[in-house]
């Protein structure tokens, strides 16, 4: 059984979450189908009804939807998701009757770099903090540094992170000058929106560090290494931290999941040109193949981290077989 | 402010250094880069968006036309067109500056010019700038220097409305007209240079701008880059300016621009626009009651419009009753804005509900980001109308929602109001009616076979005639109830302290009016 | 419990525990922790004050009065019905008292939250009961379709529904209802098949009991306060949900007096009349602190071990 | 009740009170129950099955008591269960007063369960914690409406606590606030809430201390005098049995090895497995037993049981017929009851 091994187990996994793809943007594809005429929505309700005709045929809308559907798997399947009608471009008919479009996958995953490094900074930032936040908790339980953690990391998990990030902007950018308000570029500009995107898993991840590092430290193991006069910090990080790691690196990935979602917001605020803030542009003009592509991809980025973590849990724990 | 003061001479003195090591390639210019912040994105660099500020900010830099207007006097003004007549009633000619060139290096000449004015006016294309639009407009070479323009009927403000039309390339649009969306090459005194999508986008200093050599350049080059930015928060956008990432950030509001005035190192500037702010109701609704003079007499009256536009509004003027202001052709001055009377209102409602009729719902519509507190200001409506006992909803609607239906025909579906700004810088009802109250106008909000005819016979009118003719329109629409002008909009922006800026109603961006002092 | 350390059955402890918690035991536990105590006050404070705000509010949460927006906390202004108005936390851009607005904004992000809570619970719940106690192919169903919902952010999901079907009070609970009902799944399933082989499961199927009665005797209770816990938390969660759509234009609509609303449209005034977005973003943190503050330490009380922390 | 003494193989036992009753109560016929080991997705468990219970057979008459002895991971649990169809057995017949049970629909079975009962091992967790004595011992009641009449419950609630040595006052305390002997006792009480005929006692005492073990022991062997039900007694070691049970059978790896009264079992044990067991039964004269046996090895896995005579790898008989012939349960040569050996024979000492 073991022979089938990691190797196995990953192609398995890789074949769900395929399939996972699949079934969201199925569901998408169905569910744009259903808020009208997208040729009707590019073209205007001034345009004429050849007009609308012509681009519908253009984008293929004439077809029968499982016709429509399969273009759209095998599409999907090549990394083509359809063309934009809109973004970038505001007459389609502006060119002699032929439209104009551009692919939209190209235009979406353009900014995914941006995103990575937003949400890597945030992620890590987060993990540096809650991690000896937490720790440091676990080892003084019911003390008033731990009553102090727990408060303030239930907090950063109640905030409402865009009214944070103005906050921030006002004091940091604004009122002390240090850092620049929004934008892209330096890693001066990534500190504010990582600062508002981290505090949510800052709280969850010393939450979950606290608890079940007391889990661990409450075993009968590490009782005996204490008992044995190793240094409680020593036995924080070697013995209990190990055992702990699972719960943690789970969280770790749920929280990184969250950012992936708050990127939606906190770009938009801050100008930061990643994949949240073309979500939020696609919406606003209504683009619904630009609306796919970024969902497309959000989705996928959340499938890779549930991935990533999913190893990281077989790695850790090699006993756990997962299904 | 020590702080900030210091930072700034640091800033300066890394920028002239740099300026110095760099060399000037031309003469002019050494201001460094110009940062703008705009609350929206473009949604495309075509020649047709430069008519609207807001849809394109900035791409005047890079575009040019064949007139523009006097930033003091409002007048037409040459710009690549040296002169012009009117030969026919319907034919004008332009004659065009010598030695122009497009960014791509071709020649602008009397047969570009004509491809870009087609290209621009083309029903095919329907662009959004027809709705400026009087006549339909053709254009035609006549020799290399000069183009003809010409009109399907007489057209006297014509000199004026080819102001909005941009010129550019004629390569890049016979050649490759899906570039002409995302990449302008005109013939401004900047060069487009890359549209990050999501970011920014840029220009550098045009060292061959005619305007460098020209005797009468409408400004000249100070800054070296020009970099447009967009954010949708204003506290942003003002936060940019004061902490010197940006030297200009659009439409502040009344309280930040008093801050901004009140505070060292920067400073607002306000001026008054061609755009205005306007309710309204159509016409053509799906209601019969809609259509009854009474019923919208009472939607009128309902709304505390000085309120609005005092408590809200922020800044700006009031209009009397009449979308433009008294410089205006056709303005009628015997007519003041609608009155607040919820008393009056709630009665017409009242007698209208007991003589059987069935109040329908008003939905008042308004567009996301189009002018700052929008969303209030139909949240006021609607408890206005609410409180005289008008059903209604209100919503602040993305431009994807709102965009296709501000540019759509009047149908009988159309049951709802809308606020939203208008920009009219033709300063003429000619121009306004064609726009807003002809059944074939791009954004019409009205419908009357009778009404057009007369707008159309005072539209080939010029002088004391079509003042007049257009007068008479004006009270005719007020008391129809179409429209309600909120009010004319002051624009404000933040800038630092030393900024110069030139520039007219029309609010266009142009960075050879800028500079820091 | 003296004897129950020759028990070997894993969890025994925890239902002793459970079963011994009465409610004279959780109001003294909450005596001693006076930061939970005080979010216990916020919260039954806040909705009686939700509950009851018509009565208790003076003024109109709708009626603007323009000309009287904008003004700081204490200020007194004169009423359109020429009364004169006294406003304890200032006016909103429409002149309308920020207090009342905040207290009928507690009615509607109160409302979001509980009510699609409780149906995304009610549903979760059912859900995880029957697939972790019938097991097999309605196990698979069900956990298969958990899997899936998981596996998309759900805040994701929710804001592109709004955006196809449109936003509003009723849209958005039905929207969290339907991506929610996952978390209350897994749990119950968990809980479910913790207990379904358990002696006292078989015990009362030894007497004759049908599965239903099973599920509502004996499974069912058990899973309350894990219930409570995550449904608490599940309230919090959508409250910032709530804030996040409306920022986004997604969520409730005007003129509706939500918190996420009201944040939204305060932040345009951020600098000039600081107190319109304060005063709703601490009343959005204080109720979600509060939240997290009550479930955590319902949790701790409930179980010590926190053992179903797995299972969310 | 009355001294109606056995005859042909199973002679009543002298000492103990009470006769069996010749009726049978319990047939048991070629029980089996199989578990399927449960692969993954893409990786199936190869058909591979856990025998727990292999083809059992055996009867039990009316007022008998027998008791089934085991180490534990032997199927004797999973047979117990099997019988009351608490897991579904793959084949066989249990018949209950001449009724097949395993023919029955779910409901129809439910009704039944009446007269079926069952008293757990783990009287900590087989009592809801959330409910009191007395609605522990009445649901029974409220499922099977008339069986005793709502106005008698408070009555008869008292009546089954006392008679189980409980007060009537603890009817509502709740099962925490008890120790494990008078937790048990509920557990029986609840078992004869609705006047079972047949009880199965799954190691009921094997959770309590030694001291009470007694106690509980006495009070089934009373109830069982006062009641004339019958009992299945399953216990890990023969010691505990002893008191109580009729006839005894020995079970090893889901099948019955040998089965005998009484007397049978312990006087003259004929299978290996049953000498082994008996020989660490701590008795007052350790002479009368012989040497210690002590049993090689682990218990085999059920996944894959060996060949032949399932005992042979652990038993000091074993031969090379062991592994190639399963013996079968029957008497053999001079052994007078049961068994499954090929060299089935009593002790020598």
Redesign the interface.
């Known amino acids: 059984m073991i022979g089938h091994g990691l190797g196995g187990y990953f192609v398995r996994r890789l074949l769900g979450s395929a399939i996972m793809l699949l079934l969201v943007m199925s569901a998408v594809f169905f569910a744009d189908r259903q808020i009208g005429d997208p040729a009707r929505m590019v073209l205007g309700v001034a345009a004429t009804e050849e007009d609308v005709r012509e681009l519908r045929e253009r984008m293929g809308l004439e077809d029968p939807l499982w016709v429509q559907y399969r273009r759209f798997v095998l599409g999907m399947v090549q990394g083509d998701l359809g063309d934009t009608f809109r973004y970038g471009i505001s007459k389609p008919f502006a060119h002699g009757g032929m439209p104009e479009s551009r692919k939209t996958l190209p235009i979406a995953a353009e900014r995914l770099p941006a995103t990575f490094v937003l949400g890597g900074v945030t992620i890590v930032f987060a993990i540096l903090v809650a991690l000896p936040l937490g720790i440091y908790a676990a080892m003084r339980p019911r003390t008033a540094g731990d009553r102090t953690v727990n408060v303030l990391s239930l907090a950063g998990v109640s905030i409402v992170e865009y009214w944070f990030a103005l906050i921030l902007i006002l004091v940091f950018a604004v009122q002390l000058d240090w850092l620049p308000t929004s934008g892209y570029g330096t890693p001066a500009h990534v500190i504010l929106p990582a600062l508002a995107l981290s505090l949510r898993p800052i709280g969850r991840i010393t939450q979950i560090a606290r608890s079940s590092m007391l889990d661990e430290l409450a075993k009968p193991h590490i009782t005996a290494a204490r008992g044995r006069g190793v240094p409680i910090t020593r036995i924080a990080s070697i013995h209990a931290l190990k055992n702990a790691a699972i719960p943690i690196v789970t969280t770790i990935g749920d929280e990184t999941v969250n950012v992936v979602t708050g990127v939606i917001i906190i770009e938009t605020v801050f100008g930061w040109p990643g994949i949240g803030a073309l979500t939020v542009d696609a919406l606003a003009i209504r683009d619904v193949p630009l609306i796919e592509a970024t969902i497309f991809l959000l989705v996928l980025i959340v499938l890779g981290i549930n991935l990533v973590i999913d190893l990281a849990y077989m790695a850790l724990n090699p006993r756990v077989r997962l299904r | 402010m020590a702080?900030?003061n210091s930072?700034h001479a640091l800033r300066a003195a890394v920028l002239g250094v740099l300026a110095l090591a760099a060399g000037p390639a031309y003469a002019l210019g050494g201001g460094g880069e110009l940062v703008i912040v705009a609350n929206q994105?473009p949604?495309?660099m075509?020649a047709q968006?430069t008519y609207k500020e807001v849809n394109g900010v900035g791409l005047r830099n890079v575009i040019e036309q064949l007139t523009r207007l006097d930033p003091r006097t409002n007048e037409v003004k040459p710009m690549l067109a040296t002169r012009w007549e009117q030969v026919e009633p319907r034919v004008w000619h332009f004659e065009l500056r010598d030695g122009v060139t497009f960014h791509d290096g071709t020649p602008f000449d009397a047969e570009a010019a004509a491809v870009s004015i087609n290209w621009l006016w083309n029903p095919?294309?329907?662009?959004s700038v027809r709705e400026m639009m009087g006549p339909q407009i053709t254009a035609e070479a006549v020799d290399a220097a000069t183009v003809a323009v010409i009109t399907a009927e007489p057209d006297p403000l014509l000199p004026r409305r080819i102001y909005l039309g941009g010129v550019t390339s004629a390569k890049q649009i016979l050649e490759d007209?899906?570039s002409?969306?995302?990449h302008p090459i005109g013939t401004g005194p900047y060069v487009f240079e890359e549209?990050?999508?999501?970011?920014y986008w840029t220009a550098t200093a045009n060292p061959d701008w005619w305007g460098n050599t020209a005797e009468d350049p409408y400004g000249e080059i100070f800054f070296d880059r020009l970099r447009i930015?967009?954010?949708?928060?204003?506290?942003?956008r003002?936060?940019?300016v004061?902490?010197g990432?940006a030297q200009v950030a659009m439409f502040l509001?009344k309280?930040?621009c008093g801050?901004f005035d009140a505070k060292d190192g920067i400073k607002c500037i306000v001026k008054g626009s061609d755009t205005f702010l306007q309710f309204r109701l159509d016409y053509h609704g799906a209601a019969p009651l809609l259509a009854d003079p009474r019923f919208r007499k009472a939607i009128f009256t309902s709304i505390?419009w000085e309120?609005?536009r005092?408590?809200?509004m922020g800044l700006g003027e009031a209009l009397q009753g009449q979308m433009l202001p008294s410089v205006a052709t056709g303005f009628h001055d015997g007519i003041r804005q609608y009155p607040y009377d919820p008393a009056g209102a709630r009665a017409i409602v009242d007698e209208l509900k007991a003589g059987g009729a069935d109040i329908p719902s008003v939905h008042v519509s308004t567009r996301?980001g189009s002018t700052?507190?929008n969303?209030?200001m139909?949240?006021?409506m609607?408890?206005?109308l609410?409180?005289v006992g008008i059903p209604n909803t209100?919503?602040?609607e993305?431009?994807?929602?709102f965009?296709?239906?501000a540019?759509?025909?009047p149908?009988p579906e159309r049951a709802y109001a809308w606020l939203h700004v208008q920009a009219n810088p033709l300063m003429d009802y000619g121009a306004t009616f064609g726009a807003h109250f002809s059944c074939g106008g791009?954004v019409s909000v009205f419908c009357d076979p009778d009404f057009d005819a007369r707008v159309a016979e005072a539209a080939s009118m010029t002088g004391k005639e079509r003042h007049e003719a257009l007068r008479a329109l004006v009270k005719e629409g007020h008391d129809r109830y179409v429209v309600a002008p909120v009010g004319l909009l002051q624009r404000a922006y933040g800038v630092p302290e030393g900024f110069a800026w030139e520039f007219g109603p029309d609010h266009r961006i142009v960075a050879v009016n800028m500079r820091m002092n | 419990m003296a004897a129950s350390s020759s028990v070997s059955r894993p969890g025994t402890t925890g239902e002793e525990r459970q079963a011994r918690v009465t409610a004279r035991d959780l109001a003294a536990a909450l005596a001693r922790d006076w930061v939970v105590l005080l979010a216990v006050v916020f919260l039954v404070v806040l909705v009686a004050a939700a509950v009851l705000a018509h009565l208790l509010m003076p003024y109109d949460p709708l009626l603007p009065n323009i000309f009287a927006g904008r003004r700081p906390p204490f200020s007194e202004t004169r009423g359109l019905d020429g009364g004169v108005q006294l406003h304890l936390l200032g006016t909103d851009a429409l002149g309308r008292d920020m207090l009342t607005r905040l207290v009928y904004g507690a009615r509607a992000s109160l409302s979001v939250g509980v009510v699609a809570v409780a149906v995304s619970a009610v549903i979760g719940t059912t859900l995880g009961l029957f697939a972790g106690f019938l097991g097999g192919r309605v196990d698979t169903v069900v956990m298969r379709t958990v899997d899936a919902f998981q596996a998309v952010p759900s805040l994701l999901v929710a804001l592109f529904v709004l955006f196809i079907i449109g936003g509003g009070l009723v849209n958005m609970v039905v929207i969290f209802a339907l991506v929610r009902w996952v978390v209350y799944a897994r749990l119950a399933r968990g809980i479910t098949l913790s207990y379904r082989e358990s002696s006292y499961v078989e015990a009362a199927r030894s007497i004759g009991a049908t599965d239903l009665r099973i599920i509502f005797r004996h499974i069912l209770p058990n899973m309350f306060s894990p219930l409570l816990v995550l449904a608490t938390l599940e309230v919090a969660l959508l409250i910032l949900a709530e804030a996040g759509l409306s920022f986004l234009g997604f969520g409730l609509k005007p003129p509706e007096p939500s918190w996420g609303l009201m944040i939204a449209r305060g932040r345009e005034y951020l600098r000039e009349a600081w107190w319109m977005i304060t005063f709703p973003g601490l009343a959005v943190f204080l109720t979600t602190l509060s939240l997290n503050l009550f479930a955590n330490w319902l949790r701790t009380i409930t179980d010590p071990v926190q053992r179903w922390r797995w299972l969310i | 009740m009355a001294g109606a003494a056995g005859t042909a193989r199973h002679p009543a036992q002298g000492e103990r009170a009470g006769a069996v009753l010749r009726e049978p109560l319990l047939e048991v016929e070629h029980l089996v129950k199989h578990y399927p080991v449960r692969g993954g997705l893409l990786r199936p468990g190869g058909g591979k099955v856990v025998r727990a219970v292999d083809d059992v057979s055996f009867v039990l008459h009316r007022g008998e008591t027998l008791g089934i002895v085991g180490e534990s991971g032997c199927g004797k649990s999973t047979l117990s269960r099997a019988i009351l169809r608490l897991t579904e057995p793959t084949g066989g017949r249990v018949r209950f007063a001449g009724e097949d049970l395993l023919q029955l629909s779910r409901r129809e079975m439910r009704a039944r369960r009446r007269h079926l009962q069952i008293v757990f091992q783990d009287p900590f967790a087989s009592l809801n914690p959330r409910m009191t004595v007395a609605q522990i011992i009445r649901e029974p009641w409220s499922i099977f409406k008339g069986v005793v009449p709502r106005p008698e419950w408070d009555r008869r609630t008292a009546e089954l606590l006392v008679q189980v040595g409980l007060s009537p006052d603890d009817a509502h305390r709740y099962p925490y606030q008890f120790s494990g002997g008078q937790r048990q006792r509920i557990g029986i009480a609840r078992a004869l809430t609705l006047n079972p005929k047949l009880v199965v006692c799954d190691e009921p005492v094997s959770a309590l201390d030694v001291s009470i073990q007694a106690q509980v022991l006495n009070l089934l062997a009373e109830i069982q005098e006062k009641l004339g039900l019958s009992y299945i007694f399953i216990a890990h070691d023969l010691s505990v049995v002893r008191h109580i049970s009729d006839r005894i059978a020995v079970m090893y790896l889901g099948k019955l090895v040998e089965i005998g009264t009484w007397q049978e079992i312990y006087e003259t044990p004929a299978h290996p497995y049953t000498q082994a067991l008996l020989s660490s039964v701590p008795v007052i004269e350790p002479e009368a037993r012989g040497e210690r046996i002590i049993l090689k090895g682990e218990v085999p896995s059920p996944l894959a049981p060996p060949s032949g005579c399932r005992f042979r790898t652990r038993c000091r008989k074993a031969a090379a017929v062991c592994a190639t012939e399963e013996p079968v349960l029957e008497t053999r040569g001079a052994v007078g009851h049961l068994t499954a050996c090929h060299f089935a024979a009593p002790r020598e000492y």
């Open positions: 702080g900030r930072r994105e949604q495309s075509q968006v095919e294309n329907n662009y007209p899906a002409h969306d995302v549209w990050k999508q999501g970011q930015v967009w954010r949708p928060e204003p506290i942003v003002a936060a940019m004061e902490s990432e509001t309280e930040e801050r505390d309120g609005i005092l408590n809200l996301l700052p507190r969303g209030e139909v949240e006021a609607g408890a206005m609410t409180s209100v919503a602040v993305e431009p994807g929602v965009n296709p239906r540019v759509s025909k149908t791009i």
